[in-house]
């Protein structure tokens, strides 16, 4: 009697790697579908500043279809002690000689929270870890404190009913932020920025997404500090 994995051995027939890494993908298809809206150009950004050669990875899932276009160049792929690491990527890491290294990224880095908005609508957010909230309306003070912020390798989210000139103010004077408007491309732009600053539309209030962005900014700025 064959054997199971002989018959997933035969052509046209998936491996067990294949299957994990289609389940995988859909999975993260699924936590990835875009919520609202799209990024428009006014989220001006800089380009990462981590070391050459390595990619840091803060995801708790890591698949071959969100990593396979993103090595070029890399030497070493660092990712969270307790992230999941898909077969195929270990199989494919080794084939091309890239280093993967598990490295503890909790409980991340500290995170201040700026609150500009006319109903205060920060103060209705869940906390995260290490999460401390400020309320100012004055933007020359907001600047200020997010320059502080990010010298200290901390990182902060500025909650405004104006993101689009919050964000061009910010990377004008050296702070990288980014207005993140749905999951999918906020996960893209952490990996590939090195954004010290999320920038939240007041005026569509979203409590427990915003709370996983924030725990993602501030796992990922660990990572690279």
Known sequence: MET?????AEPGIPSHSELVERLVAEVVRRLNAPAHGTLGDTAAVRPTDGKAGELVVAEPVVSWQWLEDRLDGVQRV????????TPTVRDELARRGIELVKRPVEPGSRLLVIDESSNHVAAGLPRVSDMELKRLACRRMIIDSLCSIVREGKCGVWVTE??????CQANAQGVPAYIAWNDRQWQE??????IRVLVLDARRPQPDLWRRWMGMLQRAVAART
């Open 189 to 194: 732009a952490l990996h590939e920025l090195d």
């Open 4 to 8: 199971d994995r002989t018959r997933m």
């Open 162 to 167: 104006r993101p689009a000139s919050a964000v």
């Open 78 to 85: 660092v990712v969270a002690d307790r992230a999941v690491v």
